[in-house]
Nanobody
Framework: QVQLVESGGGSVQAGGSLRLSCAAS????????MGWFRQGPGKERECVAA????????YTADSVKGRFTIFRDNSKNTVYLQMNSLKPEDTAVYYC?????????????????WGKGTLVTVSS
């Protein structure tokens, strides 16, 4: 069992930056592929970034490529999402998710564990 707790959300003006953190419980964090997903108003949940167990392989959605970076620190059981040049369309609840896998996982339905989410609001 893995428990995930997100933090770092908030309100920011367009062009600003935020860093989201996701702290995981348990001693086998390095066994898990991690992902950041978001769900905007009236939209389906989508993967914005994902990372494999050791951080050597990542995925970034086209909509955020060049602006968002995912990375992890296995010694701290934490995965991060650095978000720069934020746009109003990035407004959403951001969720951290995990699946026991050595590979990058980007499918919403494939993730085993979810955090409760953190709200990011970007104003123009």
């Amino acid at each position: 069992q893995v428990q995930l707790v997100e933090s770092g959300g908030g309100s920011v003006q367009a062009g600003g930056s935020l860093r989201l953190s996701c702290a995981a419980s348990g001693r086998t964090f390095s066994s898990y592929a991690m992902g950041w997903f978001r769900q905007g108003p009236g939209k389906e949940r989508e993967c914005v970034a994902a990372i494999n167990w050791n951080g050597f392989s990542t995925y970034t959605a086209d909509s955020v490529k060049g602006r968002f970076t995912i990375f992890r620190d296995n010694s701290k059981n934490t995965v991060y999402l650095q978000m720069n040049s934020l746009k109003p369309e990035d407004t959403a609840v951001y969720y951290c998710a995990a699946r026991e896998s050595l590979r990058v996982v980007i499918s919403t339905s494939a993730m085993d564990y979810w955090g409760k989410g953190t709200l990011v609001t970007v104003s123009s």
